[in-house]
């Protein structure tokens, strides 16, 4: 992949098991959660099929300063050494958490149940 703004849905064509990857990078996610804002950029150099992803957070919205947390190979959902992330290319888009959990349940075909209606009696 070659698209210097990829982004994880973007991607979803090109992964060899889409919801197994995307359930993956959710599970690394959540154990990032509470830090700051978390999101997750993909390689944008390697594997199409099991693109490397970072995470990262962003600990203040206003001026978007952030800090990498760790990246990680998207084919085992393991830790990078510092030798392979040191051969990345990440993308210049990230995906926010909240958004690769509702790209899972797409993937999963998962429709949300209706609210009930408040002006109903």
């Given amino acids: 992949m070659s698209d210097p703004a990829l982004t994880i849905r973007a991607a979803v064509p090109h992964l060899r098991d889409p919801e197994s990857y995307v359930r993956s990078v959710l599970e690394n996610l959540f154990g990032w959660r509470n ?27 206003e001026t978007g300063e952030g800090t990498n947390f760790e990246a990680y190979s998207g084919k085992t959902h393991k830790p990078l050494s510092a030798l392979q992330r040191s051969k990345v290319v990440w993308s210049t888009e990230a995906t926010a958490h909240r958004e690769v959990a509702e790209l899972l349940g797409e993937l999963r075909h998962y429709q949300p149940k209706a609210k009930p209606d408040a002006n109903r009696t």
């Avoid at 830090?35 to 919205?61: K, S």
């Fill in 35 to 61: 830090i700051g804002w978390e999101e997750v950029r993909l390689a944008v150099n390697g594997d199409a099929a099991a693109p490397h992803y970072n995470i990262e957070a962003v600990m203040d919205q």
